[in-house]
């Protein structure tokens, strides 16, 4: 039984379909990816996060991955608006997205004071895009040599897609139950602070709509992958993606995201009902069913890797129930989990510096070294504020007071509570070395949450 499962999954995943609906996708990825990297020079999202600041919140260990000097980085992403198009146009395609990836992932890892999930996720989707033949049709690649066209490609490359997405959409849904999401209690925060936009403002005030988005937010990221992939309930999935993306999109303003998930709806309906909308006259590919399930070694390679992939993203969002206290509160385990606009939280740090050589002591704020946005991140992600204390520790060192001792002062309200202290006050954050993998015992508890 075993055996036959395992070849059924085989000759599944690498039975060639219709590639109309990767194709098709191709058009809307590099078209999203190119307005993400030019949108992100034209208002002002590079120079706030990567010139402006003085100090950059690296991931922990990649300091060395640094924004270019002067005004490097606006050329940097004009480069990507360029890979951008040439994806969409197929138009030496693999050059154009393995750049993007490569500079979108250096860009992604460089900063984090502007971390969020569809950052992260676009990574992956770039990832698959490498693997996958998205340019063998409708492109100037195959304008440029006809011998790349093709009309068909393994199934395996909707599959991949299917699945990563179903995995964002599952773990996302999960992570919304518990007691503040279902007491609306972020929610009522987050449409409060939007209840002055225009058209849908006073809709936000509505208190029936509250557990209207909570528990239809867990609903949809629940039902969305199973309703797209069962024929029955496709167009209706296709319907509620519209109406869920589109409010979020009206709502929080969070980029090509809300587009790129329905845009990544073509890749769940037949291939067959996609070239009949977007290809008329693209000629019917003759699918051969093959019933040998005799693997090249490329092939074999390849369900080696994407099976060692998929096991690491069904761990990492599980990760942090490995760390001590609460993942809302301490962040660890947080990043890279689909734990996507669940809480909103607020607060405000200080460092307390001692000269143990001169008896010296003095304040620093955060914003005195960091930008606006930098400083409101930092009260409440203990990494940073960690990275932050190492920053201040060369800083004094270069201008002649070594060895400072280094304590935070914060404290943080978590869905509209008291505030309550963050950091312990009593700790020397300069003597303490980063837990990469273990609970930070100097952030403070948050035992009743």
Known sequence: MTIDRSISIKRFLFQEVDNSGLIVFRVIFGLLIFLESAGAIFTGWVHETMIEPSFTFTFIGLEWLQPLPGNGMYYYYAVMAVFGLMVMLGWFYHLGISGFTILWTASYLMQKSHYNNHYYLLILLCFFMMLVPANRFYSLDVRRNPGLKKLTCPRWCYTIFQAQLGIVFTYAALAKVYPDWLNFLPIKIWFNNRSTLPVIGPLLKQEWLFPIVAYGG??????????????????????????????????????????LMIGSTVLFFEPERIRSLFFKSKPIPQLKIHESVNLELKQKKLLIVLSIYFIIQLWLPLRHHFYEGNTFWTEEGHRM???????????????NIKNPATGEEWIVHPQE??????SQKIAKNPDMIWQFVQYLKEHYEGVGKPGVEIYAHGSISLNGRDHR????????????KWQRFKHSDWIMDFSDF
């Open 421 to 432: 202290p963050f950091i312990d006050p009593n700790v020397d954050l300069t003597k303490v």
């Open 337 to 351: 989990s689909w734990r996507m606009m669940l809480r909103t939280k607020w607060g405000h740090v200080q460092f």
């Open 369 to 374: 070294f960091l930008t606006n946005n930098q």
């Open 218 to 259: 867990i609903l949809f990221d629940l039902l969305i992958t199973p309703m797209l992939l069962w024929k029955r309930t496709r167009i209706l999935g296709l319907i509620l993606s519209l109406v869920f993306h589109g409010f979020n999109s009206a709502v929080f303003h969070i980029g090509i995201f809300p587009y």
